[in-house]
């Protein structure tokens, strides 16, 4: 019975110990690659479609190897900004090419004036944590 519970607690120190790594290895992640997308809609969409079309990229763009995180925002004028970092510009660019292939990111870039939009992959030089 001693021998069970002593496993049991090493188990549990593992396990835990294991989640705590793999989480300092997420806040770990340094952004090598920033990607900007500022864009204009089509007048037909509200501002709630393109959010809830935004939003359903996200378990789409997650999933990429490199992927760190996306903010989505919008001006006063109603012009948006996507901003998705990456920690490379090679996981940016495969990712990129990559979710052309997706119905539904095809739905969101559907909303898109693409004579507005400006893309680019930026290098940051400066990091303010």
């Known amino acids: 019975m001693r021998h069970l519970l002593i496993g049991i607690v090493a188990i549990l120190l593992i396990s835990c110990n294991t989640k705590d790594k793999t989480n300092l290895n997420e806040q770990n992640k340094k952004v090598g690659t920033i990607e900007l997308v500022i864009f204009d809609t089509y007048p037909q969409y509200s501002k709630e479609?393109?959010?809830?079309?935004?939003k359903a990229l996200n378990p789409i763009v997650e999933k990429f190897d490199g992927y760190i995180g996306r903010k989505l925002a919008?001006?006063?004028?109603g012009k948006w900004t996507d901003i998705v970092y990456w920690t490379d510009l090679?996981?940016?660019?495969?990712?990129?090419?990559?979710?052309?292939?997706?119905?539904?990111?095809?739905?969101?870039?559907?909303?898109?004036?693409?004579?507005?939009?400006?893309?680019?992959h930026l290098e940051p030089v400066i990091s303010v944590e």
């Not at 919008?74 to 004028?77: A, C, H, L, M, Y």
């Open 49 to 54: 479609e393109v959010i809830a079309a935004a």
């Open 90 to 120: 090679k996981s940016a660019e495969h990712a990129a090419q990559e979710v052309m292939k997706s119905e539904t990111c095809q739905k969101f870039f559907g909303m898109i004036k693409e004579e507005s939009m400006q893309f680019m």
């Open 74 to 77: 919008i001006d006063k004028d």
